[in-house]
């Protein structure tokens, strides 16, 4: 409990893009839910007996179009900003490793590789990094859909 504590304060000094990602996911998982919607009014009531009403299938288009450019605005923030917070947070975390690591006795060092110690920091918090955006944002999106 301690650990998942001291992971989720990384969070803290990006909690507004944090919030902002998970709001543009959210946005981003519900506009794909509605297009199914959109398709079965279009299909229901637009297009009747073989009689299309024009007017309402280019507002429905319209409306479509405008949903289309959401999505792909929110998509760009959640890939763009969300990796930007991502690698933020794993600066930090690499500046509290590495100063942790300074504070170690020679005899540690004698007693380990420090290629060996650097590459595992590296790739550890590179893959920390990835589930700390994108593990909330994916758990938040299945659990909407």
Not at 35 to 61: Q, R, T
Request: aromatic share 16%; net charge positive; charged share 20%.
């Amino acid at each position: 409990m301690k650990r998942l504590k001291r992971f989720i304060s990384y969070y803290r000094p990006y909690k507004k893009l944090f919030f902002l990602d998970m709001l543009c996911a959210f946005t981003a998982a519900g506009v794909d839910l509605v297009f199914p919607i959109i398709i079965s009014f279009l299909l229901d009531e637009a297009i009747v007996g073989g009689k299309a009403s024009v007017n309402l299938i280019m507002k429905i288009g319209i409306g479509m179009l405008a949903l289309y450019f959401l999505q792909y605005v929110c998509n760009y923030y959640v890939t763009a900003w969300g990796h930007i917070m991502g690698a933020r947070m794993e600066y930090d975390m690499r500046n509290d490793i590495f100063n942790h690591l300074q504070k170690l006795s020679f005899s540690f060092y004698d007693n380990n590789k420090t290629g060996q110690l650097m590459s595992r920091i590296v790739n550890d918090l590179f893959d920390i990094s990835e589930l700390a955006h994108h593990g909330p944002e994916e758990l938040f999106i299945s659990f909407i859909k």
